[in-house]
Nanobody
Framework: QVQLVESGGGLVQAGGSLRLSCLTS????????MGWFRQAPGKEREFVAS????????YYADSVKGRFTISRDNAKNTMYLQMNSLKPEDAAVYYC?????????????????WGQGTQVTVSS
Protein backbone atom coordinates (compact mmCIF):
# COMPACT_ATOMS: atom_id res chain seq x y z
CA GLN A 1 0.00 0.00 0.00
CA VAL A 2 1.36 3.39 -0.99
CA GLN A 3 1.43 6.01 1.74
CA LEU A 4 2.00 9.74 1.42
CA VAL A 5 2.83 11.79 4.51
CA GLU A 6 2.89 15.58 4.42
CA SER A 7 4.82 17.72 6.88
CA GLY A 8 5.96 21.32 7.28
CA GLY A 9 2.67 23.10 7.73
CA GLY A 10 2.09 25.64 10.47
CA LEU A 11 1.30 29.24 11.32
CA VAL A 12 3.12 32.01 9.50
CA GLN A 13 2.63 35.74 9.09
CA ALA A 14 1.63 37.18 5.75
CA GLY A 15 4.72 37.64 3.63
CA GLY A 16 6.47 34.73 5.29
CA SER A 17 7.58 31.35 3.96
CA LEU A 18 6.98 27.68 4.60
CA ARG A 19 8.35 24.51 3.03
CA LEU A 20 6.09 21.50 2.78
CA SER A 21 7.39 17.98 2.32
CA CYS A 22 5.65 14.84 1.09
CA LEU A 23 7.36 11.54 1.89
CA THR A 24 6.05 8.66 -0.22
CA SER A 25 6.41 4.94 0.39
CA UNK A 26 6.77 2.39 -2.35
CA UNK A 27 9.15 1.77 -5.18
CA UNK A 28 9.98 3.66 -8.35
CA UNK A 29 9.04 7.08 -6.98
CA UNK A 30 10.45 8.71 -10.10
CA UNK A 31 7.95 6.84 -12.28
CA UNK A 32 5.03 8.90 -11.04
CA UNK A 33 3.86 12.43 -11.49
CA MET A 34 3.08 14.22 -8.25
CA GLY A 35 1.00 17.19 -7.24
CA TRP A 36 -0.02 19.55 -4.46
CA PHE A 37 -3.62 20.55 -3.85
CA ARG A 38 -5.24 22.64 -1.13
CA GLN A 39 -8.65 22.98 0.42
CA ALA A 40 -9.90 25.86 2.50
CA PRO A 41 -13.01 25.60 4.72
CA GLY A 42 -16.18 25.67 2.66
CA LYS A 43 -14.30 25.49 -0.62
CA GLU A 44 -13.53 22.76 -3.10
CA ARG A 45 -10.12 21.19 -3.31
CA GLU A 46 -8.02 23.19 -5.76
CA PHE A 47 -4.88 22.50 -7.74
CA VAL A 48 -1.68 24.19 -6.61
CA ALA A 49 1.24 22.65 -8.50
CA SER A 50 2.36 19.49 -10.26
CA UNK A 51 5.68 17.95 -11.23
CA UNK A 52 6.59 15.16 -13.65
CA UNK A 53 8.25 11.96 -12.53
CA UNK A 54 11.73 13.05 -13.61
CA UNK A 55 11.22 16.54 -12.19
CA UNK A 56 11.88 18.28 -15.49
CA UNK A 57 8.34 19.56 -16.01
CA UNK A 58 6.33 21.64 -13.56
CA TYR A 59 3.04 23.49 -13.70
CA TYR A 60 1.43 25.98 -11.32
CA ALA A 61 -1.93 27.48 -10.62
CA ASP A 62 -1.98 31.15 -11.59
CA SER A 63 -2.67 32.09 -7.98
CA VAL A 64 0.71 30.76 -6.80
CA LYS A 65 2.90 31.23 -9.85
CA GLY A 66 6.06 33.14 -8.99
CA ARG A 67 5.62 32.57 -5.25
CA PHE A 68 5.58 28.76 -4.89
CA THR A 69 8.12 26.25 -6.18
CA ILE A 70 7.50 22.52 -6.50
CA SER A 71 10.44 20.13 -6.55
CA ARG A 72 11.29 16.52 -5.82
CA ASP A 73 14.19 14.37 -4.71
CA ASN A 74 13.65 10.93 -6.21
CA ALA A 75 16.51 9.44 -4.19
CA LYS A 76 14.61 10.38 -1.02
CA ASN A 77 11.09 9.57 -2.28
CA THR A 78 10.15 13.10 -1.32
CA MET A 79 8.38 16.01 -2.98
CA TYR A 80 8.53 19.60 -1.74
CA LEU A 81 6.57 22.82 -2.00
CA GLN A 82 8.47 25.98 -1.16
CA MET A 83 5.94 28.70 -0.42
CA ASN A 84 7.14 32.31 -0.31
CA SER A 85 5.30 35.62 0.06
CA LEU A 86 2.39 33.85 1.68
CA LYS A 87 -0.98 35.58 1.71
CA PRO A 88 -3.99 35.01 4.00
CA GLU A 89 -5.82 33.47 1.03
CA ASP A 90 -3.17 30.73 0.88
CA ALA A 91 -4.42 29.36 4.19
CA ALA A 92 -5.78 25.84 3.71
CA VAL A 93 -5.09 22.18 4.28
CA TYR A 94 -2.44 21.18 1.76
CA TYR A 95 -2.48 17.69 0.27
CA CYS A 96 0.09 15.85 -1.76
CA UNK A 97 -0.98 13.28 -4.32
CA UNK A 98 0.55 10.74 -6.67
CA UNK A 99 -0.45 9.87 -10.22
CA UNK A 100 -0.28 6.39 -11.80
CA UNK A 101 1.86 7.74 -14.67
CA UNK A 102 4.97 9.98 -14.95
CA UNK A 103 3.25 13.03 -16.41
CA UNK A 104 1.86 15.97 -14.48
CA UNK A 105 -1.83 16.85 -14.17
CA UNK A 106 -4.13 19.43 -12.64
CA UNK A 107 -7.35 17.55 -11.82
CA UNK A 108 -7.87 15.61 -8.57
CA UNK A 109 -9.36 12.59 -10.35
CA UNK A 110 -6.08 12.12 -12.21
CA UNK A 111 -4.38 11.18 -8.94
CA UNK A 112 -4.87 7.84 -7.23
CA UNK A 113 -3.03 8.22 -3.94
CA TRP A 114 -3.41 11.04 -1.42
CA GLY A 115 -1.87 12.12 1.84
CA GLN A 116 -3.81 13.17 4.93
CA GLY A 117 -2.96 16.83 4.59
CA THR A 118 -1.07 19.46 6.55
CA GLN A 119 -2.58 22.72 7.78
CA VAL A 120 -1.17 26.04 6.64
CA THR A 121 -2.41 29.14 8.48
CA VAL A 122 -1.43 32.64 7.39
CA SER A 123 -2.07 35.55 9.72
CA SER A 124 -2.57 39.04 8.36
Amino acid sequence: QVQLVESGGGLVQAGGSLRLSCLTSGRSFGSYGMGWFRQAPGKEREFVASISGNGFATYYADSVKGRFTISRDNAKNTMYLQMNSLKPEDAAVYYCARRPVPTLATMPHEYNYWGQGTQVTVSS
